[in-house]
T-cell receptor, first 114, second 108 residues
Framework: EAQVTQNPRYLITVTGKKLTVTCSQN?????MSWYRQDPGLGLRQIYY???????DKGDVPEGYKVSRKEKRNFPLILESPSPNQTSLYFC?????????????FGPGTRLTVT | KQEVTQIPAALSVPEGENLVLNCSFT??????LQWFRQDPGKGLTSLLL?????REQTSGRLNASLDKSSGRSTLYIAASQPGDSATYLC???????FGAGTRLTVKP
């Protein structure tokens, strides 16, 4: 089954404790991206990757890091989480040139930073 | 900077009605436009993707149109059902921008 998986689905952590949210897709997509969704602000792109070893900032990259060492995986790293990073996070992938095809989303990771 | 607006923010209709959701964007230089459905606390499910060279796409009871020159897209839902109740989001690929969504309630 074609899918995007994220782990963990729920995470409660404390300020400053480094964490990683994993994302994996099994569709051989070159384009992957991370979003956060906040009430009243909607979905905003954090980072995206056009291919292995190619990553770029989205609209809200501050406080986040990503890496793309393999085509299927695109982890999101919060080196020193803060309460304003409490949010619902989604990973997505798409095929086609520059990710021009349909986007597939993961189930989401609900992060709470206290 | 691309801005995406969805009107109305919320819509309540009786079962069986046909309805239209609207999405507008400020920059016509887009690669594609995609409509999604999101159920409460869940991820996004893709409904329809319209490439910039296309005018419309259809899937079952859903029809989406795209008018790049006017910066508008509509999602038409025919014969609405209670199971259609969800938030509907449009997204344009120029960078990647989402609208705030329309929360649809279909009453039995």
């Amino acid at each position: 089954e074609a899918q995007v998986t994220q782990n963990p689905r729920y995470l409660i952590t404390v300020t400053g404790k480094k964490l990683t949210v994993t994302c994996s897709q099994n569709m051989n997509h070159e384009y992957m991206s991370w979003y956060r969704q906040d009430p009243g602000l909607g979905l905003r792109q954090i980072y995206y990757s056009m291919n292995v070893e190619v990553t770029d900032k989205g609209d809200v990259p501050e406080g986040y890091k990503v890496s793309r060492k393999e085509k299927r995986n695109f982890p999101l790293i919060l080196e020193s989480p803060s309460p304003n990073q409490t949010s619902l996070y989604f990973c997505a992938s798409s095929g086609g040139r520059g990710g021009s095809y349909e986007q597939y989303f993961g189930p989401g990771t609900r992060l709470t930073v206290t | 900077k691309q801005e995406v607006t969805q009107i109305p923010a919320a819509l309540s209709v009786p079962e069986g009605e046909n309805l239209v959701l609207n999405c507008s964007f400020t920059d016509s230089a887009i690669y594609n436009l995609q409509w999604f459905r999101q159920d409460p606390g869940k991820g996004l499910t893709s409904l329809l993707l319209i490439q910039s060279s296309q005018r419309e796409q259809t899937s079952g009871r859903l029809n989406a149109s795209l008018d790049k020159s006017s910066g508008r897209s509509t999602l038409y839902i025919a014969a609405s059902q209670p199971g259609d109740s969800a938030t509907y989001l449009c997204a344009v690929k120029s960078g990647m921008r989402f609208g705030a969504g329309t929360r649809l309630t279909v009453k039995p």
